[in-house]
C-alpha cells in the first residue's frame, strides 16, 4: 500500500475585539481560548516531535494577542481583577449573566462550587439575576471571579500549583488568590507566540495565515459575485473593492514575516472562501497556496471522490496560477463534533482506519489527506479538553508506518500539483455559498453601511493608520456571520456595537462626523420581557414624585442594569423604568439613579418611540429643562401636540408622563412596541432596552379580570 501523507490545518482565528473609545478588548475570548487551545494543542503536539501539523494564525489573532503582553485587558478581565467587596450594581448585574459563558457540562458541572453557583443564579433572566443580586454574598462573587477565570485553563497548566491547589480548594477563594489565577494567564498569553515560533523553526510545523481581518474575500472583491451561488437572494447595493481584498492580504503577509521572521507561503482564505477573481490577487501577493472545502472542489472539477480529492491541484486564472488542497469536510467534522462524544481510543482508532480507507480507495500514488477545522473551538465540548484524544492520536500517527503526517508546503515540494482547475467554484467551506454573511436584511444593511463608509476613502493606504486599521477591522466576516438568523448567541448586540464602532472609528480618525446612522442598532429589534408586566390599571399622580406608596404597584418595571449589557456602553442613566395604563392614559415613569442625576447635562434629550401595527410616536423632552412642560413634544404623523394639550409631564424626584391614547393614536387591543433612546450633545448615549423593544396590548375593559385569572 502506498503511504497516507496527512495534513491537519489548525484554524486558529479570533474577530478584532477592541473597543476603540474604551481602550480595551469588550469581550474575553482571545484570552479565555489562549489559555485553552492556542496553547494545548502546540503544547502537545510538541511532546510527539515526529509528528508534524499545521496551524493556521489569523492576524487580528496574534495582534490581541501582543494586546495583552502590552498591558491591555478585555472587559471580563478587569472586573475579574477588581476585588468582589467593591463590585458596584451593574458590575455584579453583568458578572451573574455573563461569568457562565462556557460549555456547562464540561466547564461547570465536574466542579461543585461553580455548579452551585449556577444554581444559585438560577437563569440570565433579569427577574432571577435581581432576586440573584440580593442573594449572592461578597464571597459568592468572589468564588465566581475565580471560577469562571478558572475552568478555562486547558491541559497544558493543569499541574501548575496555582490551578490544581485552587481545584483543591475548591471554594471560599482570596482575593491573592484571584490575583495569582489572573497573573498566570497573562504568564500564558506570553508563552504562546513564542511557542509557534519554536515549532516552525524545528519544522514540526508550518504556520499559514489569513488575510487580516478574516474578511470573506470574494464579497471584498465584489458582493455581486455572491449571485453566482445565491442567484434569487436580495443582495446590498454593490460592494467592489478588490483592492482592499489585496490590502487585507498583504498587511496579512506583512505581519506573519515580523512576527515569525519567515514570510507565510499558505493562505486560509476566512471561511474557505474563494472565486476565479482571488487566484490573480493572491498569487501577486506571493500566496504560494490556499486552501479551501470538498464541496468547492467538486463543483469546479464536476466530479467526486476520493480520486478526486487527496490531491493537490493548480488553480488557474488570468495567466495567474496558485496551488490548492481541500479539506475532506465529513472527517474534519468528526474531530469537531463526533469525537468527543467516545473515549480517546475509539475516535482515533476511527480517525485513522477511515483516513487509511479513503488512501486505499483513491488508488493514488501519494494521497493527500486534508483535515482543516477550527483549532480552538472544540476542545470545551471534549471532557478532557481533548488531551486524550489529540495524545492518543499523535502517539498513533507517529508509530504507523503507513502514514506520513506533513506540513503542506512540504508535501507540495517533493509532489508538486499536476491537474489544473481552470474554473474555480466560487463558495465557501459552509454549504459552498456565502448565505451566512449576506442577502439577509441585517448583513445587507451593515454591507450598505461598510460601503458608505469606505465611500469617502478613494485610497486605504493614504489614510492614517488608525483609519485603515478601522475599515479593514470592519470588513471582518464575524460582523456578517452574527447578523440575520442562521446563528444567536449572549453576545449578538455586542457584535453590532463593534462593527458600527469600527465604522465609526473611520471617520473619527479622518476628522469626518460618523454617519447617524451608525449610531443605532443593525440588529433586529427583538420583544424584552421586563421583570414585572403590567398586571393592573393604575392612576398615578404626574407630580414627579413618590406621592403614595400604591401609586405604580400593577405597573410593568424595566431595570436597565439588570440585563448585564450596560458595562459595553457605560453606566446606564436610568435604575428602572415603569410603565403601564388605565383605559384612558399610557403611563412612563423613569427613576434616574441620584448621583447621574446629580450631574445630569441640561442637553440630554430623552426619545421614547412607540409603533403600534399602522404608525409610529415619537415622544420628545429634556429632563433637567427649567420647565419641563414647554419642552414636552409628542410627534405623530403630519402634526404635533405641545405640552398639557398633549399629556402630562413633570421632573421632580422621578419622571413621569401621562398620555391619552387618543393622542398616541393607538386602539384598544393594539399591540404596541416602545424603546427610549437618551441623546447628549445630539449624540445617543443609550437606548433602553440596549436591543429589542418593550411590549404591551392596548387595554379594554377586560383587562385586569383577565390578568387576574392568568
Not at 6 to 13: K, P, S, V
Not at 66 to 73: A, F, H, S
Not at 109 to 135: G, N, T, V
Not at 459 to 464: G, H, K, L, R
Request: glycine content about 6%; charged content about 25%; some cysteine.
Amino acid at each position: 500500500m502506498s503511504k497516507l501523507y496527512l495534513a491537519f490545518l489548525w484554524h486558529m482565528h479570533q474577530p478584532f475585539y477592541y473597543d476603540w473609545e474604551k481602550g480595551w478588548l469588550s469581550l474575553p475570548w482571545v484570552r479565555l481560548h489562549a489559555v485553552k487551545a492556542y496553547f494545548d494543542l502546540p503544547f502537545i503536539l510538541s511532546s510527539y516531535p515526529e509528528t508534524k501539523s499545521n496551524f493556521n494564525l489569523v492576524p487580528s489573532l496574534l495582534e490581541q494577542i501582543l494586546y495583552y503582553e502590552e498591558g491591555k485587558q478585555d472587559l471580563f478581565l478587569k472586573l475579574s481583577l477588581k476585588p468582589a467587596a467593591e463590585l458596584d450594581f451593574e458590575e455584579k448585574s453583568f458578572i451573574l449573566k455573563y461569568f457562565f459563558s462556557c460549555h456547562w457540562d464540561t466547564l461547570i458541572y465536574p466542579f461543585p462550587r461553580y455548579h452551585e453557583l449556577l444554581i444559585k443564579r438560577r437563569s440570565d433572566k433579569p427577574q432571577d439575576i435581581e432576586k440573584a443580586l440580593e442573594e449572592f454574598s461578597t464571597q459568592d462573587f468572589l468564588d465566581l471571579q475565580v471560577w469562571f477565570n478558572l475552568t478555562w485553563i486547558g491541559f497544558g497548566h493543569e499541574n501548575h500549583p496555582v490551578v490544581s491547589e485552587l481545584k483543591t480548594k475548591g471554594r471560599h477563594f482570596t482575593e491573592d488568590e484571584k490575583k495569582a489565577l489572573l497573573e498566570l494567564h497573562l504568564e500564558i498569553l506570553k508563552k504562546i507566540i513564542p511557542l509557534y515560533r519554536k515549532l516552525q523553526t524545528k519544522g514540526q510545523i508550518e504556520i499559514t495565515f489569513t488575510p487580516y481581518f478574516h474578511p470573506i474575500l470574494p464579497l471584498i472583491i465584489d458582493t455581486d459575485l455572491a449571485r453566482r451561488n445565491l442567484p434569487q437572494a436580495p443582495l446590498p447595493p454593490r460592494f467592489q473593492h478588490p483592492e482592499d481584498a489585496s490590502l487585507q492580504i498583504k498587511e496579512g503577509i506583512s505581519f506573519h514575516e515580523r512576527l515569525f521572521g519567515v514570510k507565510p507561503k499558505g493562505m486560509w482564505p476566512s471561511e474557505g472562501s474563494v472565486c476565479p477573481e482571488l487566484i490573480p490577487i493572491a498569487a501577486q501577493a506571493g500566496v504560494s497556496w490556499m486552501a479551501s472545502d470538498e464541496e468547492v472542489l467538486y463543483r469546479s472539477l464536476g466530479r467526486s471522490g476520493p480520486q478526486v480529492l487527496l490531491k493537490p491541484y493548480r488553480a488557474l486564472f488570468e495567466e495567474n496560477e496558485v496551488a490548492m488542497i481541500f479539506r475532506h469536510h465529513e472527517l474534519s467534522d468528526r474531530i469537531g463534533f463526533v469525537y468527543r462524544g467516545v473515549s480517546p481510543d475509539e475516535a482515533a482508532d476511527d480517525l485513522i482506519k477511515t483516513a487509511k480507507g479513503l488512501a486505499k480507495t483513491s488508488g493514488l500514488k501519494e494521497p493527500l489527506l486534508v483535515l482543516i477545522l477550527d483549532g480552538e473551538n472544540p476542545w470545551e465540548y471534549y471532557p478532557d479538553g481533548g488531551r486524550g484524544f489529540l495524545g492518543r492520536l499523535f502517539e498513533k500517527i507517529s508509530a504507523d508506518e503507513e502514514i506520513v503526517s506533513v506540513t503542506v508546503s512540504e508535501y507540495l515540494e517533493n509532489f508538486p500539483p499536476q491537474e489544473a482547475i481552470t474554473n474555480l467554484y466560487t463558495g465557501s467551506w459552509i454549504n459552498a455559498n456565502f448565505d451566512i454573511w449576506i442577502g439577509h436584511e441585517e448583513e445587507n444593511r451593515a454591507w450598505e453601511l461598510l460601503a458608505r463608509t469606505r465611500s469617502i476613502i478613494d485610497d486605504p493606504n493614504a489614510i492614517s493608520p488608525e483609519a485603515k486599521k478601522a475599515l479593514l477591522a470592519a470588513e471582518g466576516s464575524d460582523w456578517f456571520w452574527w447578523y440575520g438568523e442562521h446563528f444567536t448567541s449572549l453576545f449578538d448586540t455586542e457584535f453590532d456595537r463593534l462593527f458600527r464602532n469600527h465604522l465609526r472609528q473611520v471617520f473619527l480618525a479622518l476628522g469626518k462626523e460618523p454617519l447617524i446612522d451608525l449610531s443605532f442598532p443593525i440588529k433586529r429589534a427583538k420583544a424584552i420581557e421586563p421583570e414585572e408586566p403590567p398586571v393592573a390599571f393604575i392612576k398615578p399622580v404626574i407630580d414627579g414624585r413618590k406621592t403614595y406608596f400604591f401609586e405604580w404597584i400593577g405597573a410593568g418595571r424595566f431595570m436597565p442594569a439588570t440585563v448585564g449589557e450596560a458595562m459595553y456602553l457605560g453606566e446606564s442613566l436610568i435604575l428602572a423604568l415603569y410603565f403601564g395604563f388605565n383605559l384612558e392614559n399610557f403611563y412612563l415613569r423613569l427613576d434616574f439613579k441620584q448621583k447621574i442625576l446629580d450631574h445630569l447635562s441640561e442637553e440630554v434629550v430623552v426619545k421614547t418611540i412607540l409603533a403600534g401595527g399602522k404608525h409610529k410616536v415619537e415622544i420628545k423632552f429634556k429632563p433637567k429643562a427649567k420647565d419641563i412642560s414647554k419642552t414636552f413634544i409628542l410627534a405623530r404623523g403630519p402634526f404635533r401636540l405641545y405640552g398639557k394639550d398633549a399629556g402630562d409631564i413633570s421632573f421632580q424626584e422621578i419622571l413621569e408622563l401621562a398620555i391619552p391614547f387618543e393622542n398616541l393614536g393607538f386602539v384598544k387591543g393594539e399591540k404596541v412596541n416602545f424603546y427610549l433612546e437618551i441623546f447628549e450633545n445630539g449624540l445617543l448615549r443609550e437606548r433602553i432596552p440596549r436591543s429589542g423593544n418593550l411590549t404591551f396590548t392596548v387595554p379594554d375593559e377586560n383587562f385586569e379580570q383577565v390578568m387576574w385569572s392568568v
